[in-house]
């Protein structure tokens, strides 16, 4: 079974500038999560999506993140413009029923300059 | 609110001696625990998880964990570790009620030295 793909795994951009993130969750999975996990910190949830649904998008910066999940599968997650405090790892994890394990992909780190 | 406080930020261990990472948490409702581990530029595993049932719990790579309700604890140990066991390892949890999101400690990062 193939696990949760994300892309780009590393990006370097210049503040003011935007940026997206893409991820592509395990087949069949209907939860998507989307987490910032700040260096030192443990991951911080950003969003939650139920199919192509928000859930809870209460933590996400909403004045420059924005996230979208059209069809219930692949997601993006999009920053615009970046700031310096956005330098982190974006994980994206996604679970199948209720009480299943969230399987969690390898993170893009992003470093605004 | 919930939280979790995992109280050693780094836990240097020598290779074949045992190993406890602490973890309280706090919540005003039932929870479900977990523990995760993260090696250097990957995504977070399941190492293992209460969700109810006996406290003891055993998970992957010979980690176990033990919930404790009266003292709010969900301590990681292993009697043995190994070099491969070097990562970054995070205590989180779920509410009762919630919509099934993790809030995760900051992290331990487990060390061993040759």
């Known amino acids: 079974e193939a696990g949760v793909a994300q892309s780009p795994r590393y990006k370097i951009i210049e503040k003011r500038q935007s940026v997206a993130f893409w991820c592509n969750p395990i087949?069949?999975?209907?939860?998507l999560y989307w987490y910032q996990q700040i260096l030192g910190q443990g991951p911080k949830l950003l969003i939650q999506?139920?199919?192509?649904?928000?859930?809870?998008d209460s933590q996400l910066p909403k004045d420059r993140f924005s996230a979208e999940r059209l069809k219930g599968v692949d997601s993006t997650l999009k920053i615009q413009p970046a700031k310096l405090e956005d330098s982190a790892v974006y994980l994206c994890?996604?679970?199948?029923?209720?009480?299943?394990?969230?399987?969690f992909g390898p993170g893009t780190r992003l470093l605004v300059l | 609110a919930q939280s979790v406080t995992q109280l050693d930020s780094q836990v240097p261990v020598f290779e074949e001696a045992p190993v406890e990472l602490r973890c309280n948490y706090s919540s005003s409702v039932s929870v479900y625990l977990f523990w995760y581990v993260q090696y250097p530029n990957q995504g977070l595993q399941l190492l293992l998880k209460y969700l109810s049932g006996s406290t003891l719990v055993k998970g992957i790579n010979g980690f176990e964990a033990e919930f404790n309700k009266s003292q709010t604890s969900f301590h990681l140990r292993k009697p043995s570790v190994h070099i491969s066991d070097t990562a970054e390892y995070f205590c989180?949890?779920?509410?009762?009620?919630?919509?099934?999101?993790?809030?995760f400690g900051s992290g331990t990062q487990l060390t061993v030295l040759p």
């Open positions: 087949s069949g999975h209907a939860t």
């Open positions: 994890a996604s679970r199948q029923g209720v009480w299943e394990t969230q399987y």
């Open positions: 999506f139920q199919n192509n649904g928000v859930v809870d």
């Open positions: 989180a949890l779920i509410s009762s009620g919630s919509a099934r999101q993790l809030t």
